[in-house]
């Protein structure tokens, strides 16, 4: 299982990023998936999750309303807009799925900074 993130950066309070990552090593379409963060001297925490077809999604409280997450089954590939960005959603953002145990992305920076 390979978990291969990317899209991350530097954007101003405000503005919009979408990470996205890129499976191989399992049957995508029979996973779900999740996005987590972990920001310095924090624990891990789940922000985004969504089922094997994508219709089905859930969001952690600080990030509903300004953060979506979607699938593309045909390019095994899992993203997550975000937009009305904060600082405070400054972060690694990683994605993860669970298939036989946990899998996760190398992780993507994100920083939202003026």
């Known amino acids: 299982v390979q978990l291969v993130g990317a899209g991350g950066g530097l954007v101003q309070p405000g503005g919009p990023l979408t990470p996205s990552c890129a499976a191989s090593g399992f049957i995508f379409s029979s996973a779900a998936m999740s996005w987590y963060r972990q920001s310095p001297g924090s624990q891990r925490e789940s922000v985004a999750a969504?089922?094997?077809?994508?219709?089905?999604?859930d969001y952690a409280n600080s990030v509903r309303s300004r953060f979506t997450i979607s699938r593309d089954n045909a390019k095994n590939t899992v993203f997550l807009q975000m937009n009305s960005l904060k600082p405070e959603d400054t972060a690694v953002y990683y994605c993860n799925v669970s298939w036989t145990r946990d899998y996760w992305g190398q992780g993507t920076q994100v920083t939202v900074s003026s």
């Open positions: 969504i089922s094997r077809s994508g219709g089905g999604t």
